[in-house]
């Protein structure tokens, strides 16, 4: 019964192992609505405060901003990459980061290296193991980022970007669509630019006249801030909900294998069993005749 043995010590292992991915896939599920919700109550308002700054600025173009401008003469790129902390989340760290590297060789192309803030520690990892220089190291996010954490990081951006010292921000994240969909996103936070239409043309949205009070300059000078920081704070909430997403995915992954798994080692079990008996049927039937 050796090998009959060690098939049921395997068996009884992968049990194990599926009760564990199981209820992962059940904390992954539940962390998941609650991310879900938080990313899902900012979007709105991060699409209509866009809108906003497209209808401020798309007009005749007298009205000017810093951060809507572009700083040609700055030899400096930030790109911040947002992964997890934590594996077992299915190919979302490594989108995340081929898209990262892609970019990342088109701006070195192009004359300009842009500067990594990485958040999470799986992304710091790998950029270690490429020996990557990284300038910040952000690891102590996980399943919610505070609002004023990220408006310190937004403002931060803004002051380089104003004094001229960098000539953009962008930021790797996995954008989330919905719970098939993520896609791997290298997104433009600064300089704003103002949104697309559907016809492809930026900037006044629908053709609709305005009138604005106070004054477009007063109101972009308020709103364009805030802009940079909700968006931000939204690819982090996409970051977030696309990790939980991967990790509920993998977890049902794993557990139906597992499952599939156990049915293939009881087949095997029980193949080994009944071999075992028809030998010892056969030991006995030849002895008896022997004793004859």
Request: proline fraction near 4%; hydrophobic fraction near 40%.
């Amino acid at each position: 019964m050796a090998n009959a043995r060690l098939i049921v010590k395997r068996r009884k292992a992968v049990r194990n192992i599926r009760k564990i991915t199981q209820t992962m896939q059940l904390i992954a599920t539940a962390r998941f609505q609650k991310c879900f919700r938080r990313a899902a109550a900012s979007k709105p308002y991060t699409e209509k405060i866009s809108e906003m700054i497209g209808a401020l600025s798309g007009g005749d173009g007298t009205v000017e901003h810093p951060l809507l401008q572009s700083n040609e003469g700055a030899g400096e790129r930030i790109l911040l990459i947002l992964t997890s902390n934590r594996g077992l989340c299915g190919a979302h760290n490594v989108s995340v980061l081929r898209e990262a590297r892609e970019f990342q060789k088109a701006s070195t192309a192009a004359g300009i290296r842009p500067d990594l803030e990485v958040v999470g520690k799986k992304g710091l990892a790998f950029l270690k193991f490429l020996k990557e220089p990284v300038s910040r190291e952000i690891t102590d996010v996980d399943d919610q980022i505070d609002y004023v954490r990220v408006a310190e990081m937004a403002d931060r951006y803004i002051e380089a970007y104003t004094s001229g010292r960098i000539a953009s921000v962008d930021v790797a994240y996995m954008r989330f669509v919905s719970v098939g969909q993520q896609v791997p996103t290298v997104a433009r936070l600064l300089p704003i630019e103002p949104p697309e239409t559907e016809d492809g043309e930026g900037g006044g949205g629908s053709g609709a006249n305005f009138e604005f009070s106070p004054p477009p300059e007063q109101l972009l000078a308020n709103l364009i801030p805030e802009t940079v920081k909700i968006r931000l704070y939204q690819f982090f909430n996409d970051a977030i909900v696309s990790e939980q997403v991967a990790r509920m995915v993998a977890m049902k992954a794993a557990t139906d294998a597992a499952g599939d798994m156990i049915k293939d080692l009881s087949r095997q079990y029980n193949r080994a069993r009944q071999s075992q008996i028809t030998m010892e049927l056969a030991d006995i039937v030849g002895g008896a005749a022997a004793v004859e």
